[in-house]
């Protein structure tokens, strides 16, 4: 008997990297409901239960079969000020940028805000 792949705890984000130039992206709604994906954490979808879970499992499914992103996970989040915060070091360190240049990337304000300390 086949057992069930274990999920993260919930709520979670579903993240991956941009095939095209490696960039963290999340998946989010656009403007007409359909999951899109955007590389600012803050609007970044939530799965609160498991049909929304399956559902971004499912967007991942497509995304990585259609050769847009790779390496596509959930990852369990804390709401913090609003915005979906990863619980663990490696995820919130990638919601960052670059560490070996703080004055660029995310963790610099080119757009983005930073991930809360907490």
Same mark, same amino acid.
Do not use: C
């Given at each position: 008997?086949?057992?069930?792949?274990?999920? *993260?705890? $919930?709520? @979670?984000?579903?993240? %991956?990297? &941009?095939?095209?130039?490696?960039?963290?992206? /999340?998946?989010?709604?656009?403007?007409?409901?359909?999951?899109?994906?955007?590389? !600012?954490? @803050?609007? %970044?979808? *939530?799965?609160?239960?498991? %049909?929304?879970?399956?559902?971004? +499992? @499912? /967007?991942? =499914? =497509? +995304?990585? #079969?259609?050769?847009?992103?790779?390496?596509?996970? $959930?990852? !369990?989040?804390?709401?913090? #000020?609003?915005?979906? *915060?990863?619980?663990? /070091?490696?995820?919130? /360190?990638?919601?960052?940028?670059? #560490?070996?240049?703080? &004055?660029?990337?995310?963790?610099?304000? +080119?757009?983005?805000?930073?991930?809360?300390?907490?």
């Amino acid at each position: 008997m086949a057992t069930a792949a274990k999920r *993260v705890p $919930l709520p @979670a984000i579903l993240l %991956a990297n &941009d095939l095209l130039d490696g960039d963290v992206v /999340f998946a989010t709604a656009d403007g007409t409901g359909a999951l899109a994906w955007t590389r !600012d954490p @803050a609007p %970044a979808l *939530v799965a609160n239960d498991d %049909a929304a879970a399956e559902k971004l +499992e @499912a /967007f991942a =499914a =497509a +995304e990585l #079969s259609g050769n847009k992103v790779v390496d596509a996970y $959930l990852v !369990d989040v804390a709401i913090e #000020s609003g915005s979906p *915060v990863p619980r663990h /070091f490696r995820e919130r /360190f990638k919601t960052l940028g670059p #560490s070996n240049r703080p &004055d660029l990337g995310k963790q610099a304000g +080119e757009g983005i805000a930073a991930t809360p300390k907490g």
